[in-house]
T-cell receptor, first 112, second 117 residues
Framework: DAKTTQPTSMDCAEGRAANLPCNHS???????VYWYRQIHSQGPQYIIH???NNETNEMASLIITEDRKSSTLILPHATLRDTAVYYC?????????????FGAGTRLTVKP | ETGVTQSPTHLIKTRGQQVTLRCSSQ?????VSWYQQALGQGPQFIFQ???????GRGNFPPRFSGLQFPNYSSELNVNALELDDSALYLC????????????????FGEGSRLTVL
């Protein structure tokens, strides 16, 4: 699975959009981009995933560049509860494969 | 629909001892994965079970072993505990009905925090 690069930490003002970048320059054509987050003392939580089209759900939007070498997770109106470590993961989706390669992630701090 | 539950939530062991951690998967999920998360790091994949058999393993020694039961619940066993085994152990479940329905979304429990003294 392709390796990802994320900033170590970011700050965001409450109510503003949080834009979390991820580089995955070695991504293969059949690899998806996944985002999870981990709030302190909890297990990771799935946010969103995509292949090449932009995706949106009730939690966030995922913007993938046309060459698929990078992506951005957007939390449109960050709240204090969004303070967490955000993980960008690139992997092939295949039956029987639950091997998620988590890196160190980005520690997002939402400030009042 | 019940989520993924793990037990115990915290435990302390000494070097050389053995430990068993338990996980109940989310209702309807037939695949269970285990992860180890050391302090300040991301979770690391240990192995996964599907239909009661191990079918994927990360870079962990054989003293890390597991089981999956017919009701899809699972155990993680670690023998000959070492100080570096101190970590949060996470269980994740998913549904693996077919390649078309496998979205790759994992549902994690809150974890079992193991301290080895």
């Amino acid at each position: 699975d392709a390796k990802t690069t994320q900033p170590t930490s970011m700050d965001c003002a409450e109510g503003r959009a949080a834009n979390l970048p991820c580089n995955h320059s070695t991504i293969s054509g059949n690899e998806y981009v996944y985002w999870y987050r981990q709030i302190h003392s909890q297990g990771p939580q799935y946010i969103i995933h995509g292949l090449k089209n932009n995706e949106t759900n009730e939690m966030a939007s995922l913007i993938i560049t046309e060459d698929r070498k990078s992506s951005t997770l957007i939390l449109p109106h960050a709240t204090l509860r969004d303070t967490a470590v955000y993980y960008c993961i690139v992997r092939v989706v295949r039956i029987g494969n639950n091997d998620m390669r988590f890196g160190a992630g980005t520690r997002l701090t939402v400030k009042p | 629909e019940t989520g993924v539950t793990q037990s115990p939530t915290h435990l302390i062991k000494t070097r050389g001892q053995q430990v068993t951690l338990r996980c109940s998967s989310q209702s309807g999920h037939n695949t269970v994965s285990w992860y180890q998360q050391a302090l300040g790091q991301g979770p690391q994949f240990i192995f996964q079970y599907y239909r009661e058999e191990e079918n994927g393993r990360g870079n962990f020694p054989p003293r890390f072993s597991g089981l999956q039961f017919p009701n899809y619940s699972s155990e993680l066993n670690v023998n000959a505990l070492e100080l570096d085994d101190s970590a949060l152990y996470l269980c994740a479940s998913s549904s693996q009905l077919s390649a078309n329905t496998n979205t790759g979304e994992l549902f994690f429990g809150e974890g079992s925090r193991l301290t080895v003294l």
